[in-house]
């Protein structure tokens, strides 16, 4: 009997678990919060990540551990990688934590990325803002996700107010200042490494971000061969340079033909949602399939997906279940302002068809503007190569 440890009991860990059941995997959760919604259908520690001594309970009662949360301390991480196997490797998640870290290795890389500087003072802020130019984001270093711990910065008026918003934290977690990217779409290459070095990749997902916060996805996206060649071969090239075993996403802004890499997320991903019903091997199987040393599942695609995010609270269940096609994911979380509480996929053979599916959900549930950006690329689809 084998006993995964997660790091982090969110929704993440939850669809962890529930697709380790046919594996007749074990699990064993870990959160600082006893609420923890994977603690639902797995065994759960509630402890702080920087308790040596929690962290010691852990390793005892697992094979091997992974995460559902970039933000574990990489120390944590190192700790338990001294007494059990523990996927990916610390490095790689102490680098994909820092996204001047990041964006350096990117370029290290050759892989497109916004312009950025490293901002520690005001003086550097007013000098990268001249020197990068306006619009820019001011972001977080480190323990930003979802868009928080970011300011944008339209014109010099607003400068005062992103130091005033976001200086405070340049002496903690750090800040970095990008260039504005005004992308055409944004896309994702969810990808996974097994321990062999085998890589694999799903086909790429479109996205699409109502305030930082990805609303929803469409899979696979039409996106012109070379495009996807090039949005492989960055994933590739990161894993491999990582030594990474697992799940990670790599999220991409797509400009005129360019691809920008914009951040790496060292786990499974809200953007691979889809896979669970929309290819033949879930992006949470193989990645269970690769901490373990398994071989890796079938990325292909089946047929045409849409992800829709509920985000606060969930809508009424009905209207997807009763779509053919329609499947509901209900996280078991109490509703809260700007929480993931749960999402809905659609699938269909054909995009003509997914594009009905949609528009029939959108309208019972009165989500017109969610899914009128997906139905638009829907509506010039064109069934993309797999890559
Ligand atoms: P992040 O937390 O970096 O993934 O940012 C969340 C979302 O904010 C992204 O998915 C984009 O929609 C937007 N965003 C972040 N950085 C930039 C940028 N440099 N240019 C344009 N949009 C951005």
Not at 350 to 369: K, M, N, W
Request: charged letters at 20%; glycine letters at 10%.
């Amino acid at each position: 009997m084998t006993t995964v440890g997660i790091l982090g009991g969110g929704q993440l860990a939850r669809m962890l678990a529930l697709s380790g059941a046919p594996l007749g995997l074990r699990f064993l959760v870990m959160d600082t919060s006893e609420d923890a919604c994977a603690g639902q259908f797995a065994p759960l520690l509630v402890g702080d990540y920087r308790d040596a001594a929690a962290l010691a309970r852990f390793a005892a009662q697992v094979d091997v551990a992974t995460f559902d949360f970039e933000n574990v301390p990489a120390d944590s991480a190192r700790q338990l990688a001294t007494r059990i196997p523990v996927f990916p490797n610390p490095d790689a998640l102490a680098l994909s934590q820092d996204r001047l870290a990041e964006k350096t290795l990117f370029r290290e890389l050759g892989i497109p990325v916004p312009p950025f500087a490293d901002i520690a003072s005001r003086a550097q802020l007013d000098a990268a803002v001249a020197d990068i130019g306006t619009p820019c984001i001011l972001k977080t270093r480190r323990l930003g996700y979802d868009g928080k711990g970011q300011f944008r910065i339209r014109s010099l008026a607003d400068v005062d107010a992103a130091w005033e918003a976001l200086g405070a934290q340049a002496g903690s977690v750090g800040l970095i200042l990008e260039g504005f990217v005004a992308f055409d779409r944004e896309i994702s290459v969810v990808a996974v490494r097994g321990r062999d070095g085998g890589f694999r990749t799903w086909p790429l997902t479109g996205n699409w971000h109502v305030d930082g916060v990805l609303s929803a996805s469409l899979a696979p996206a039409s996106v012109a061969p070379e495009i996807a060649d090039t949005a492989v071969a960055h994933a590739r090239a990161i894993a491999e340079r990582l030594d990474y075993v697992g799940v990670f996403a790599l999220e991409l802004f797509c400009r005129d033909g360019q691809l920008l890499a914009n951040e790496m997320a060292p786990r499974v991903h809200n953007s691979g949602h889809w896979t669970i019903e929309g290819a033949e091997t879930s992006q949470f199987e193989n990645h269970l399939r690769a901490v373990l040393g398994l071989p890796l599942g079938d990325t292909g695609a089946r047929g045409v997906a849409c992800m829709l995010n509920w985000i606060g609270t969930l809508p009424d269940a009905t209207p997807v279940l009763d779509t053919p096609g329609g499947h509901w994911h209900d996280y078991g979380k109490s509703p809260r302002a700007g929480r993931k509480v749960g999402h809905a996929t659609l699938r269909a053979d054909a995009p003509e068809t997914l594009a009905e599916r949609l528009q029939a959900v959108g309208d019972a549930l009165g989500r017109e503007s969610q899914v009128a950006p997906v139905l638009q690329r829907l509506s010039g689809y064109e069934q993309p190569d797999a890559p």
